[in-house]
């Protein structure tokens, strides 16, 4: 039997933090990606009316996936 869990950590050093729990606990890595969370509405909209090219600093920060699998 598998489990699998998907976990999503903010930052590099979360999820190395994460990486090494699940470990310890059994769990391998089965992948990694970085997932793009596009665009933050409020703040593109107040800085488009404030000058348009600011606008593209609205970006979200990406987050990472982290996928681990077990197997008993």
């Not at 190395?16 to 059994?26: A, L, M, Q, V, Y």
């Not at 703040?43 to 982290?66: D, E, N, S």
Request: hydrophobic fraction near 40%; glycine fraction near 8%; include cysteine.
């Amino acid at each position: 039997m598998q489990r699998t869990k998907i976990e999503y950590y903010p930052n590099q050093r979360a999820a190395n933090n994460g990486i090494s729990r699940h470990e310890r606990f059994g769990y391998r890595v089965v992948s990694v990606q970085t997932i793009d969370q596009g665009w933050s509405l409020l703040k593109t909209g107040c800085l488009g009316l404030i000058f348009l090219p600011l606008a593209l600093l609205g970006k979200k920060r990406p987050v990472i996936q982290v996928t681990f699998q077990k197997v008993y």
